[in-house]
């Protein structure tokens, strides 16, 4: 009879290359993009310092692009009505410019410990994170984001966001 050992978790700090901020930002844009990939929706970040825009990324419709501005913390929970979010003045020139929707994504890391964001068990992976988002090129005035937690991100949020693009393109009645 074997006795299984206990599991060891391996330290990785050897290996870490990314600030504690910038793995949240990679994980933040990761974590949108498998929501997108799992409404079968492509997905085009914008390369690093080609950000003008102020979007982190694209939501590739066939008809056009949404684009989204990603930000990920573990400053809030997940539960609540809402979270806010300082913005950028020319984040907001630039969102006002735009004739198709820009949506502000805010990802919540449930824990800040790094190696704590994804649980690997033998049913499968789960993300200790939850995303929210917000329509920010027609309603944000302020210098503050508010993104109501209603408004979560999933995979069926995409077919409102396409019909917000296609309104793009349909003349007012």
Known sequence: ???????????????????QNGAKGRYGVSYVRSIVSQAGVGFTETPPDEDVLAVDGTVDFALASARIQIKCTAGFSITGKSATWQSELHWRERWSQSLLPVYFVLVILDVDDRPQWIHHHEGGTDHRAAAFWVRVNQTETGDKIRIPKAQRLTADVLGLW??????CFTPAA
Do not use: F, G, Y
Request: overall charge negative; proline content about 12%.
């Open 162 to 167: 396409h019909q917000e693009v296609e309104a």
């Open 1 to 19: 009879m074997t006795v299984p050992l206990p599991r060891v978790e391996p330290d990785l700090s050897s290996v870490v290359t990314l600030s």
